[in-house]
């Protein structure tokens, strides 16, 4: 079993920024890549960003491309999504997936095995 878990989420007025951070442990069956999705009321969960570890490749949905940053601290185990300028369609439930094998062209949640319960990201106008 793996046990994933956010951190950073919070209320920010527009423009400002956030960095989200993520750790998972436990018994992977793979563990290759790891991504954020978001879940706002009323929408469907979708992929913000992910990445193959180890300096691997990287995938950015459009809406957040040039404003989001997907990285990870090798050393400390630890997955980064740093939000910059950040706009009140932002807000919404910040989900960190592990236990990843790999995607094709875009994320998706069935990509993941392993989730965590979710950081509340707040943007105000």
């Known amino acids: 079993q793996v046990q994933v878990m956010e951190s950073g989420g919070g209320s920010v007025q527009a423009g400002g920024s956030l960095r989200l951070a993520c750790t998972a442990s436990?018994?992977?069956?793979?563990?290759?890549?790891m991504g954020w999705f978001r879940q706002a009321p009323g929408k469907e969960r979708e992929v913000v960003a992910a990445?193959?570890?180890?300096?691997?490749?990287?995938y950015h949905a459009d809406s957040v491309k040039g404003r989001f940053a997907i990285t990870q601290d090798s050393i400390k185990n630890i997955l980064y999504l740093q939000m910059n300028s950040l706009k009140p369609e932002d807000t919404a439930l910040y989900y960190c997936?592990?236990?990843?094998?790999?995607?094709?062209?875009?994320?998706?949640?069935?990509?993941?095995?392993?989730w965590g319960q979710g950081t509340q990201v707040t943007v105000s106008s």
């Open positions: 997936a592990a236990n990843c094998r790999a995607w094709h062209k875009v994320p998706k949640s069935t990509d993941f095995r392993s």
């Open positions: 436990g018994s992977f069956v793979y563990n290759y890549c």
């Open positions: 990445m193959f570890l180890g300096g691997g490749s990287t």
